[in-house]
């Protein structure tokens, strides 16, 4: 069974960095799409940003502050975030294309709270 797991919130000032990691594990045979989404208090879940084997994206919000990354050979992606601002307080999830014996799973992770607060 493929399991997720974040780590890396946390409260920061503005200004501030943070960088999550979230680990997948769990019959893998491969990964395809790897992806950070929040969710603000009493807002729709987005995407923050997201990876594939060849190229990136972001949410015009936060270009230039925030970069995706991922370590194949952990099963691992990152997501650094400076610069954070205020608007930027959401709980955080990773999300990720998999390939099990059972064929092509999405999965999340649990979600990890990143509080921008001076």
């Known amino acids: 069974q493929v399991q997720l797991v974040e780590s890396g919130g946390g409260l920061v000032q503005p200004g501030g960095s943070l960088r999550l990691s979230c680990a997948a594990s769990?019959?893998?045979?491969?990964?395809?799409?790897m992806g950070w989404y929040r969710q603000a208090p009493g807002k729709q879940r987005e995407l923050v940003a997201r990876i594939t084997s060849g190229s990136t994206n972001y949410a015009d919000s936060v270009k230039g502050r925030f970069t995706i990354s991922r370590d194949n050979a952990k099963n691992t992606a990152y997501l650094q975030m400076n610069s954070l601002k205020p608007e930027d307080t959401a709980v955080y999830y990773c999300?990720?294309?998999?390939?099990?014996?059972?064929?092509?799973?999405?999965?999340w992770g649990q979600g990890t709270l990143v509080t921008v607060s001076s």
């Open positions: 769990g019959g893998i045979f491969g990964l395809n799409v």
């Open positions: 999300n990720v294309g998999v390939v099990t014996v059972k064929g092509y799973l999405e999965v």
